[in-house]
């Protein structure tokens, strides 16, 4: 899964990170509505979902003038997807159910999705009609955006080092245009 970080076209809509976190969203308000009690609990996966998605989308909208705060959100996001996944593997904690290893069969059907072209939660769903394999599955789906968030993360941190930020390439054109 390599991630494309400055896509051509759609903006952060091309990012597989961005794809993957909408997936994970799109899974966590459905297995929430279904399979979570808690009002409380519903209400935080959902909401860490939500901001591991829309973090991306606004980091990725202020890199043209900040690059510190893409850096800031992109890091929000992957924290919200941490919180996230500790709330799923609770909930399988919690009700005596099966974590899935690495090496489980449906783990490794999981992440070959991950190769498919426009891929949706429509893609995962014969894999979340139970709640067992519904966490399993956004357990996959977020170690997957993890993965590529950290990717994107270090990526972004060479770019900042390399080229600074908004405001001191701006300083540096200045410079250069009064002829220091």
């Known amino acids: 899964m390599e991630e494309t970080l400055i896509p051509a ?3 952060y809509r091309d990012l597989k990170s961005f794809q993957t976190t909408t997936i994970v969203y799109d899974l966590t308000v459905d297995f929430c ?6 009002y409380r609990m519903k209400d ?5 979902a939500r901001s591991g998605r829309q973090n991306i989308a606004e980091g990725c909208q202020a890199s043209g003038t900040s690059k510190k705060t893409e850096l800031k959100l992109i890091g929000v996001a992957r924290a ?6 500790l709330d ?6 919690q009700r005596q159910l099966v974590l899935w290893e690495k090496a489980h069969p449906n783990v490794l059907q999981i992440r070959k999705l991950a190769y498919l072209g426009n891929r ?4 995962y769903r014969t894999y979340c009609e139970r709640p067992e394999s519904a966490a399993n599955t956004a357990i ?10 950290d990717q994107q993360l270090r990526s972004l941190e060479q770019q900042f080092v390399k080229d600074g930020g908004f405001t001191e390439r701006l300083y540096k054109m200045r410079k ?3 002829g220091f």
């Open 9 to 11: 076209h759609g903006g």
């Open 33 to 38: 509505s279904r399979f979570v009690k808690d």
């Open 44 to 48: 935080q996966m959902v909401q860490a």
């Open 80 to 85: 919200s997807l941490e919180e996230l996944l």
């Open 88 to 93: 799923f593997e609770d909930y399988l904690r």
């Open 120 to 123: 949706s939660y429509t893609t």
């Open 140 to 149: 996959c789906l977020i170690h997957q955006a993890n993965y590529l968030l």
């Open 176 to 178: 250069q245009s009064r």
